[in-house]
Every structure is written in structure tokens, then in C-alpha cells.
């Protein structure tokens, strides 16, 4: 809601972009905005703030795969799954030393696997996550574009303070209106930006459409 009286044109026109393609990340971001015009309570400030990062935070990271020409899956198992079994193999296999002071350090099979695929899995994800931010703010591979940059730059400000353990915890003075604002605003644009590209082809496709058929009626 925006003074009361619901999300404002350009809101709308995010909303109408996202709502086709994945209601769950058109309500991240309206949840995000609902937000972003109250007050927080006394005491529920930072709760407002990690609330509305989290919402932006979770649309960046799924755009991607409903907004760009190509979306790169996730590596199976990933990162985080493959942390989790650690503990438990080097639970089964007591003997096993991570900290030894030597430059060689005896480790067993299934451990060496597990960290081996580890490895791989985070190199893939590296590489997965930059090549998607490409394709879905520029249409096209090149990582090293300078609106990259400024999308990497929103998304860690929105992880920052979505965690409770980072700036929150550090004292830091929480964001107004205006700094999120000016970050949710790169997100806008690139909707809006893949959404145009989106209803410019349709258009394109229609009009030649339509000339297919004024060209078989004719040859009639």
C-alpha cells in the first residue's frame, strides 16, 4: 500500500510484470513495498529492515529463471547440501585430523569425495550466479558489463541486512526510505527493461502474424 491508497504507477507495472511469470516473487515484492511505507513499531526497526531486504533479496535470486532468455540450474547436490554431510562423516571417522600441522594430511575416501565435490559444486555455483545476472540484466554473457556491477552492488546490500548477524549486529545505523528505495530501484529497472524486451517481441511475432495472414488471404 502506498499513503493507503495502493502501490503507485510504477509499482503496478512491476506487479503486472511479475504476476504471470511467478505470483511468489510478485508478492515478495509487494510485501517488500507494503513494508516500506509504515513505521515499524518501537523496537521492530530492524525487524522492518531485514523483513524488506529479505523480500529483495529473494526476487533478485529468482528472476533469473522466470525473466532471462536462459537460466543456468543449480548444481545437484549443491554447496549447502554438501556442508551438511561433512560433520557426520568426520562423526563416523574419529581418526581423521583436518588440523595436523603437516603439509600432508591423511583423509579418508569418503571425506576426500565429499570435499571434492564441494569444491566443484561452489565453483559451479560461482560461476552459475554471475552468468545469470548476466543474461537477465544485459540479454546477453558478458560478465564484466557495468550494470553487473550495480545489480551484484543491490543484491549485497539487501543480504547485508537481511541477516541479523552482519550489520544489525555491528551497530550500524539501519537504511532509510531513500537509500532502500534507490536499490530497489535497480530491480525495477531491470523488470521493467526484460518486461518491455518481452512485450516488444510479442508485438513483433503478432505483426508478422498478422502479415502471414493478410499474405494467404491475398494468395486466395
Known sequence: MRDGLGPGERQTRVIEALE?????????????????VTTASPGCESA????????????????PAVMSDFAIPRPNPSSASLMKQLPGLLTAHPDADLGL???????????????????SAVTQEEGRNRA??????TGESDADHPAIAQWLDAYQ???SWTHLDRNHEQQRPLPNNEALQAK??????????RSALFFENLRAIEDLLAEINDFDEESA
Open 20 to 36: 504471470p511469470r511467478s505470483p511468489k516473487l510478485a508478492g515478495m515484492y509487494r510485501t517488500a513495498q507494503e513494508i516500506l
Open 132 to 137: 545469470n545476472t548476466a543474461a537477465l540484466v
Open 101 to 119: 600441522d603437516q603439509d600432508l594430511v591423511p583423509v579418508p575416501r569418503a571425506v576426500a569425495r565429499v570435499l571434492a565435490s564441494l569444491v
Open 48 to 63: 522492518r529492515i531485514s523483513t524488506i531486504c529479505h523480500c529483495m533479496r529473494e526476487l533478485m535470486s529468482g528472476l
Open 184 to 193: 530497489i530501484r535497480v530491480v525495477e529497472d531491470v523488470i521493467e527493461v
Open 157 to 159: 546490500f539487501f543480504l
